[in-house]
C-alpha cells in the first residue's frame, strides 16, 4: 500500500513505511496516522515481513501532530489526532514484529512518540528533539505512555516542562535513541539483517518481554487529557499563534 503521505516499501523480510509528506514536515494528520496504522497492520499479518522499518522523506523526520489540522477541528471541521495517534502507538507497542525507527533529521513532540514506541532507533548526528507541547498550550500526555517507559524519570521531567531542543547525543544519554551515525542507511541495515535472523515467534516473544499490558488503557486516558489541553483556552492559543507565527500570549490564571 502507498499512498499520498506514506509510501511503502518491502523486500529481504524488511518493510519500511516512510512518512512523505515532506511540505509540513511529516505532521501527523488523522489521515497519515490512519495510513500508518493500516500499513502497520498489513505488514504484521504479512508472513514475509519479518521486520518493520519507520522511516521519512525530507529533512525532518516528524513534526508532531498536525497543528493546522488540529485548528480546522475547533472550527468544526475537523478531528483532533490524538485519539487515533494513541490507538496507532498502542498497536506500535504491542506489534509482533521489531521496529526500526530510521531518523534523519528532527523529531517533536508526536513525532517522538513514534521513536519511543520502536524498538531501535537510528539518528542523524544533526537529528534534535523536542517535547515542544507546553510552548503550544497542550502537553504531552498520549506520548508520555512510550516515552516515560524509555527515559529517566529526571530526563522526562526536565525535558517535558521546559520543552527546551535537545541533541543526538543527550537523546542517546537518556535512552530514546540506539545509536547516532551519519551513515545512517547502513547501520538501519546492519541491525535488519540481525533482526531477520532471528525467528519469528522468539522475536514476537522477546519483544512481549518489554511490553507491559497496561498501555493501551493509559493510552486512551491520556488521549482524554490530551484532547482536553487542545481545547482549553491556552491550547488554542498556542495552535493559533503556531498558525500565525507569532509567540504566544498567555494569561496567567488559577488552575482549573
Ligand atoms: C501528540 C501531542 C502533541 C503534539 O505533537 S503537538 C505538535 C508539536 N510540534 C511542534 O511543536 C513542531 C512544530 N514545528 C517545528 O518546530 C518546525 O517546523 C520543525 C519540525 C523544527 C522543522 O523546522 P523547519 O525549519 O524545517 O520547517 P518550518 O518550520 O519552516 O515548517 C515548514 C512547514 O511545515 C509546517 N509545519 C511544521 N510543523 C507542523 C505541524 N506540527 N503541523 C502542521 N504544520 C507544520 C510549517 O507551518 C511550515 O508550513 P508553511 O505553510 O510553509 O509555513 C500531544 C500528546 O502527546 O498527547
Known sequence: MTSALLRVAAGGGVATLTLDSPHNRN????????????????????????????????????????????????????????????????????????????????????GIGLIAAADIVVCATAATFAFSEVRLGVIPAVISVPVRRRITARAATELFLTGDVFDAARAVEIGLVTRVTDDLDETVRGYCESLVKGAPAALAGARGLLQDVTVRDELARMADASDHYFRSPEGQEGIRAFREKRAPGWIPRPPQ
Do not use: M, Y
Open 27 to 110: 505532521a501527523l494528520s488523522t489521515s497519515l496516522i490512519n495510513e500508518l496504522s493500516e500499513a502497520l497492520a498489513a505488514a504484521e499479518a504479512d508472513p514475509s515481513v519479518r521486520v518493520i522499518v519507520l522511516s521519512h522523506t525530507g529533512p525532518v523526520f516528524c513534526a508532531g501532530a498536525d497543528l493546522k489540522e488540529t485548528q480546522a477541528a475547533f472550527d468544526g471541521d475537523g478531528t483532533l489526532p490524538v485519539v487515533p495517534l494513541a490507538d496507532l502507538l498502542a498497536a506500535l507497542w504491542e506489534s509482533p514484529k521489531p521496529i526500526v525507527a530510521r531518523v534523519g533529521g528532527p523529531a517533536r513532540a508526536g
